[in-house]
């Protein structure tokens, strides 16, 4: 059964998030005040409603209460976002995220009981700044503790070799998730187990610290 969203804000950061949690075939709703920007986003094919977001009797009707998840993405009204979100967990809606502005405003957002509260800006330059800091070309994203999924595209150095996630395992301290193989004109994920033929330019997701990982990458990625 397919994951329904409702999404609060119909601005650049909602949209994009429509957009891709469609293409992951969610349900997605879409709620914004403006009648305007609802009928273009539902020119463009979303379902977008008008809604007031502080509006209680509005979020009971407009089904954001029982969306598996909502999302409080409404743009530089930091007063109403904060409204929305109290609302919401008040109204016992099952998992809220809330979009934050700048730091004050997460704060104020997790003392209201937001289940995640994100910072895009500050998230995004916090991953570049990372990855610059890291000299490497992969993506990293923090899992939990000091553990990371990281993104490695190979070199030649393990091309032609069977992978083996145990001796993987023991040889650089890595857990590898999946491969993605490039078959044509096309890529292909699978899973990682015994007996795949690695080649340059293969792509692994593997789990591990961020001094392994960046270590696996300077010793066998692009250009080794």
Not at 75 to 99: C, D, F, Y
Not at 139 to 168: C, N
């Amino acid at each position: 059964m397919a994951k329904r969203i409702f999404i609060l804000g119909g601005g650049r950061f909602g949209v994009h998030l429509a957009t891709r949690l469609c293409e992951f075939g969610c349900e997605v709703v879409i709620a914004d005040d403006n009648a305007e920007r609802v009928k273009d986003l539902s020119a463009d094919g979303f379902h977008a409603i008008e809604m007031d977001a502080n509006d209680e009797t509005a979020l009971k009707d407009s089904g954001a209460l029982t969306a598996d998840v909502t999302v409080v993405a409404i743009g530089e009204n930091m007063q109403a976002s904060i409204l929305a979100t109290l609302l919401l967990k008040q109204l016992k809606a099952p998992h809220v995220v809330a979009r934050a502005l700048y730091t004050k405003h997460a704060q104020v957002l997790e003392r209201l009981g937001a289940d995640e509260v994100i910072l895009p800006v500050r998230d995004m330059a916090y991953r570049l700044a990372e990855r610059l800091h890291d000299s490497t070309e992969g993506e990293r994203y923090p899992i939990g503790g000091a553990f990371l999924l990281g993104e490695i595209v190979l070199g030649r150095k393990l091309a032609g070799q069977l992978l083996d996630p145990e001796s993987f395992r023991a040889d650089y301290g890595l857990n590898v998730v999946l491969v993605k193989q490039a078959k044509g004109d096309r890529a292909v994920v699978r899973e990682a187990g015994r007996g795949v033929t690695l080649n340059a330019g293969d792509v692994l997701w593997l789990i591990g610290t961020r001094e392994r990982l960046n270590r696996f990458e300077r010793d066998c990625g692009p250009g080794r």
